[in-house]
Structures are given as structure tokens and as C-alpha cells.
């Protein structure tokens, strides 16, 4: 009886992928113990947007996160992943402020290190790997799958072996960040990859987007994947993870081996099912098969942005002109995966093409970098007539001869011109607009003390002890008795 592992993506990806990316560090701290015990492999915490939500949006320190969630689960290993060169922006940062931002993670408490180069253009991050296996974190490195005449079995499998033999990582897995890999492309796609990883063992991660997520892992673990990428209700399905009840059921009736604590997944997903409720949160739930998604290969995460910059200027009913743009352009491209930042990146042009009229009349200096392959080498020739047009215009010119400047950690601390302030603060100052980080700063620590969603019993008393509106309340089932009079409570 083969055993399966699992990395629970709640409390990254999860939410990522369904609220929004807004789960607070408040709402995990109390379940934190119960998914320290539940068996999992790993937990996913923190992706570069993550970082992002938090200053932007939270409002709270994403280092602090780190710890505080690193002291309540001692025993269970968390991960942290970072795409290369570009960390939180789209643009090419040093490689001095990356490797800083390694070293910061695993001080913070991350013991696993995700470095992601969606173009398998395993040059840009060897020098990542490096500083990251120095801090004696374990590195992990995905091949992130698409549909395309360029993304065949065989390239998937010369990408392995060139990995294996530049990189050497600690853990690969095949990230299907769209949704888009069928239960028949894995008989074919995984034992390609498999016989190049010498022994070392291969882990899953899909979205159901297309629903077919769940179908596909079943099918990988027949064949010798032993490490599935699973949420648990109400944050998995829809444009999330499998649902790790459904994953474990159907994997224990194969004949497969589960270690996991089921009491305690069912009681983080009950709180997980109560934070939503409480904020009103969407719950995921299966989705139906879309043949498009495999055209346009856009992530459920970021429809809703094209949607947004549509509305901002009244043209939301050309969204599906648009996509129709950006399977277009995915061809003429080369096939970029349709994973950050290219998928932004992507999305942008072809809001630009279809919104002035005139395809390529106009394009950020990100396209132009794409172009001039400044993030990488392109998996397919690029189109010669876009590439001239995109070049030709008068924004191109000042990239041309452009290399990305590689100043030291030295010299960008002169440049923010605060000596005393720590690495942490330093790296939050380089990646994000100050006043978010000034307002972050503000806010002071971390707001704990979120009602604990399992126990709804305990839950109540918290809510209704703190509740200073109502002069009494008695709340009586069977022989159990609770009262408050204007704050003090009897039993």
C-alpha cells in the first residue's frame, strides 16, 4: 500500500486563488494548532502576492506573518515561493535584493524555498538556488505545464534532465497553474518526467479550473506521484485546489494510504467555513468543463482584473474579444505560460490592441522586455513581423541596448537613505510604493484574536462576552445554561 503525501495550499494559493488573496493573518492563528497536527507534508503560506495583499491591502507586516504562523505550527514545515527576477513587480530587480529576500524568508521561519522560472530558462535562477540552498532551506523548483505544440512530453522531458543536472533540488513538481492538464495527458507527461528525476519524487499541483483537477491526481498517483497540492472546504474547487476530503477518500479506496489526521482537516475546514460566512466570503464549489480555457489559459484569478480594467473604461461586454486577442497573441509569442507575469503581461497587450483598435500601435515596456527576451528565452520563436512592429516604436528605443543593473545591497540602501532600519523593512521599502509601507508600519502588530470557527459553542460565548450592545442574554440547550449581564457572565 503506497503512501500519499500532502501540502496544504489554505492559507496561500487557497485564498489566492478565491478570496482574493485577503485571508488575514487573524483568521489563521486559531487554527493554526489543529493544521500543525493534521499531517500535512507542508504548508504553502506565502507566495510573492501575499506580500503584496498584506502591505497593500492588509495592512500587516508579511515577515510577522511568517513568524507568528511559524510559532503556532512548530512541527509542520512552511514554504515560501518567489518567480524569478521579478519578486513582487514586473520588473527585473537585482540579484543582490533576491538573494536578501531568500535569506530573509528562512530567518523568518520558511523552510522550503519555491523558486519558479516559468520559461524553464534554468540560467536565470541558478544563482537563486544557490544563495537559497546556503541558508540550508530545502528548494524546489516547478515545471509549470500549458497546452501547446511547444510544450510536448519530450520537452518536458529534456527541461527535467537539464534540471536535474544544473540545479540539483531538493523536490519538482509540475505546477498546472491554469487548470488545463487532463487525467490523459498525465499518463503520458508524468512518466516522461519521472525518468529523469533519478529516484527523486514527484508532487502534483493543479487548479479545477476546467474540474478535471481532481481526475488528474488520481490518475498521477496510480502511476507513482506521491505528493498531491490540496485546500481544504470551503477553499478549495472553483479556481482553487482539489478538495483534500475528496483527494483522500477517493485515494484511500484505490488502495492508497492517507496519514492524515482527519479530525483535524474537518475541523480547520469548519473554520475555514465560518470565516467566510462571517465575511462574507465566496465558498469554492465545482466548476463546469470550458473548452476556451485551453485557448486563452488565463488564470481564474485573473479574469476578474481583465473584467475590472474593461469596466474602468466601459467595455466590459468586450471581454470575450479580448480573450479571443490573447489566444492570438499566445501564438505569436512563442507560447509564454499563462503564469505571473506573463500572464499580466499578456492580458494588458491585448486590452491595449483590442481598446485602441490597431494591434500593437501601442505597448509597455514590459512587452518591449518580453520581447527583447530580458526575462528569458521565448519557448518558441516569437512572431518576426510583431516582434519588428513592437520594436519600432519610439517607447522600444531605450531598451534596445538595456541590461538590467546589478547594484549591490550597499549601495540600494544609500539609495532608500534609512541606515537604521532592518533588512526586513529595507526589502518591504524596495518592493512596494512607501506609503503602503509607511501606513503598514502604522498599523502597528498583528491583530490576533479571531473567534476560533470549529468550536461554535466557544465561538458564541467569545462573540457574546464581547458584545457590549445587549444589557442580558441567556442562551439554554439540555442541561448546559450560559447568561451575560451587561458584560459578566455566569453559568
Given at each position: 500500500?503506497?503512501?500519499?503525501?500532502?501540502i496544504?495550499?489554505?492559507?496561500?494559493?487557497?485564498?489566492?486563488s478565491?478570496w482574493a488573496?485577503?485571508?488575514?493573518t487573524?483568521?489563521?492563528?486559531p487554527?493554526?494548532?489543529?493544521i500543525?497536527?493534521?499531517?500535512?507534508?507542508?504548508?504553502?503560506?506565502?507566495?510573492?502576492?501575499?506580500?503584496?495583499?498584506?502591505?497593500r491591502?492588509?495592512?500587516?507586516d508579511?515577515?510577522?506573518?511568517?513568524?507568528?504562523?511559524?510559532?503556532a505550527m512548530?512541527?509542520?514545515?512552511?514554504?515560501?515561493?518567489?518567480?524569478?527576477?521579478?519578486l513582487?513587480?514586473?520588473?527585473?530587480?537585482?540579484?543582490?535584493?533576491?538573494?536578501?529576500w531568500?535569506?530573509?524568508?528562512?530567518?523568518n521561519g520558511?523552510?522550503?524555498?519555491?523558486?519558479m522560472?516559468?520559461?524553464?530558462?534554468?540560467?536565470?535562477?541558478?544563482?537563486?538556488v544557490?544563495?537559497?540552498?546556503?541558508?540550508?532551506?530545502?528548494?524546489?523548483?516547478p515545471?509549470?505545464f500549458?497546452?501547446s505544440?511547444?510544450?510536448?512530453?519530450?520537452?518536458?522531458?529534456?527541461?527535467?534532465?537539464?534540471?536535474m543536472?544544473q540545479?540539483?533540488?531538493?523536490a519538482?513538481?509540475?505546477?498546472?497553474?491554469?487548470?488545463?492538464?487532463?487525467?490523459?495527458?498525465?499518463?503520458?507527461?508524468?512518466?516522461?518526467?519521472?525518468?529523469?528525476?533519478?529516484g527523486l519524487p514527484l508532487?502534483?499541483?493543479?487548479?479545477?479550473?476546467?474540474?478535471l483537477?481532481?481526475?488528474?491526481?488520481?490518475e498521477?498517483?496510480?502511476?507513482?506521484?506521491?505528493t498531491?497540492h490540496v485546500?481544504?472546504p470551503?477553499l478549495?474547487?472553483?479556481?482553487?485546489?482539489p478538495?483534500?476530503?475528496?483527494?483522500?477518500?477517493?485515494?484511500?479506496?484505490?488502495?492508497?494510504?492517507?496519514k492524515?489526521?482527519?479530525?483535524?482537516?474537518?475541523?480547520?475546514?469548519?473554520?475555514?467555513r465560518?470565516?467566510?460566512?462571517?465575511?462574507?466570503?465566496?465558498e469554492?464549489?465545482?466548476?463546469?468543463?470550458?473548452v476556451?480555457?485551453y485557448?486563452?489559459?488565463?488564470?481564474?484569478?485573473?479574469?476578474?482584473?481583465?473584467?475590472?480594467?474593461?469596466?474602468?473604461?466601459?467595455?466590459e461586454h468586450?471581454?470575450?474579444?479580448?480573450?479571443?486577442?490573447?489566444?492570438?497573441?499566445?501564438?505569436?509569442w512563442?507560447?509564454?505560460?499563462?503564469?505571473?507575469?506573463f500572464s499580466?503581461?499578456?492580458?494588458?497587450?491585448?486590452?491595449l490592441?483590442?481598446?485602441?483598435?490597431?494591434?500593437?500601435?501601442?505597448?509597455?515596456?514590459?512587452t518591449?522586455?518580453?520581447?527583447?527576451?530580458?526575462?528569458?528565452?521565448s519557448p518558441a520563436?516569437?512572431?518576426?513581423?510583431?516582434k519588428?512592429?513592437?520594436l519600432?516604436?519610439?517607447?522600444?528605443?531605450?531598451?534596445l541596448?538595456w541590461?538590467?543593473?546589478?547594484?549591490?545591497i550597499?549601495?540600494?540602501?544609500?539609495?532608500?537613505?534609512r541606515?537604521?532600519?532592518?533588512?526586513?523593512?529595507?526589502l518591504?521599502?524596495?518592493?512596494?510604493q512607501?506609503e503602503?509601507v509607511d501606513?503598514?508600519?502604522?498599523?502597528?502588530?498583528?491583530?490576533?484574536?479571531?473567534p476560533?470557527?470549529?468550536?461554535?459553542?466557544?465561538?458564541l460565548?467569545?462573540?457574546?462576552?464581547?458584545?457590549?450592545?445587549?444589557?442580558?442574554?441567556?442562551?439554554?440547550k439540555?442541561?448546559?445554561?450560559?447568561?451575560?449581564?451587561?458584560?459578566v457572565?455566569?453559568?
Amino acid at each position: 500500500m503506497r503512501e500519499i503525501d500532502f501540502i496544504d495550499t489554505t492559507l496561500r494559493d487557497g485564498h489566492q486563488s478565491l478570496w482574493a488573496t485577503r485571508m488575514t493573518t487573524a483568521m489563521m492563528l486559531p487554527i493554526a494548532p489543529v493544521i500543525d497536527r493534521a499531517g500535512y507534508k507542508l504548508i504553502d503560506l506565502m507566495g510573492t502576492v501575499q506580500f503584496d495583499a498584506c502591505v497593500r491591502y492588509l495592512r500587516e507586516d508579511p515577515w510577522e506573518r511568517i513568524r507568528l504562523v511559524h510559532k503556532a505550527m512548530p512541527n509542520t514545515p512552511l514554504g515560501s515561493g518567489f518567480r524569478s527576477e521579478g519578486l513582487t513587480g514586473f520588473n527585473i530587480v537585482p540579484d543582490s535584493l533576491v538573494c536578501l529576500w531568500i535569506e530573509r524568508l528562512v530567518a523568518n521561519g520558511i523552510s522550503e524555498v519555491l523558486i519558479m522560472e516559468s520559461l524553464h530558462d534554468w540560467d536565470n535562477i541558478a544563482g537563486y538556488v544557490k544563495a537559497a540552498k546556503a541558508t540550508g532551506a530545502k528548494v524546489k523548483i516547478p515545471l509549470v505545464f500549458c497546452e501547446s505544440p511547444v510544450h510536448t512530453d519530450e520537452y518536458y522531458g529534456r527541461k527535467t534532465a537539464q534540471l536535474m543536472k544544473q540545479l540539483k533540488p531538493d523536490a519538482v513538481y509540475i505546477k498546472d497553474a491554469n487548470g488545463v492538464i487532463t487525467p490523459e495527458r498525465v499518463k503520458t507527461l508524468v512518466p516522461a518526467i519521472q525518468k529523469h528525476l533519478k529516484g527523486l519524487p514527484l508532487e502534483l499541483h493543479s487548479h479545477c479550473t476546467t474540474g478535471l483537477a481532481p481526475l488528474a491526481y488520481l490518475e498521477a498517483i496510480k502511476l507513482g506521484v506521491k505528493t498531491l497540492h490540496v485546500a481544504v472546504p470551503p477553499l478549495a474547487n472553483g479556481a482553487s485546489q482539489p478538495s483534500i476530503t475528496n483527494i483522500v477518500g477517493n485515494a484511500r479506496r484505490l488502495g492508497f494510504s492517507c496519514k492524515i489526521d482527519d479530525s483535524a482537516v474537518a475541523a480547520e475546514a469548519a473554520h475555514f467555513r465560518y470565516v467566510a460566512r462571517r465575511e462574507g466570503k465566496p465558498e469554492g464549489a465545482p466548476v463546469e468543463y470550458d473548452v476556451f480555457q485551453y485557448q486563452h489559459q488565463i488564470p481564474g484569478g485573473m479574469i476578474s482584473n481583465l473584467e475590472f480594467m474593461l469596466a474602468e473604461r466601459k467595455l466590459e461586454h468586450r471581454l470575450e474579444e479580448v480573450l479571443e486577442e490573447i489566444a492570438r497573441i499566445r501564438v505569436e509569442w512563442g507560447y509564454p505560460i499563462m503564469v505571473t507575469p506573463f500572464s499580466q503581461i499578456l492580458g494588458t497587450q491585448a486590452v491595449l490592441n483590442v481598446v485602441t483598435g490597431k494591434r500593437y500601435s501601442m505597448a509597455p515596456q514590459e512587452t518591449i522586455m518580453y520581447i527583447l527576451e530580458l526575462y528569458g528565452r521565448s519557448p518558441a520563436p516569437i512572431d518576426r513581423n510583431v516582434k519588428d512592429r513592437i520594436l519600432g516604436l519610439p517607447e522600444a528605443k531605450g531598451f534596445l541596448d538595456w541590461t538590467p543593473p546589478q547594484p549591490s545591497i550597499g549601495e540600494l540602501r544609500k539609495k532608500i537613505g534609512r541606515p537604521q532600519i532592518s533588512d526586513d523593512e529595507f526589502l518591504l521599502r524596495m518592493l512596494f510604493q512607501q506609503e503602503h509601507v509607511d501606513a503598514t508600519i502604522a498599523a502597528g502588530p498583528v491583530k490576533t484574536g479571531y473567534p476560533r470557527g470549529d468550536k461554535p459553542v466557544m465561538t458564541l460565548i467569545d462573540e457574546l462576552m464581547n458584545r457590549r450592545s445587549s444589557a442580558y442574554i441567556h442562551v439554554r440547550k439540555g442541561d448546559f445554561s450560559f447568561t451575560v449581564r451587561n458584560g459578566v457572565h455566569s453559568q
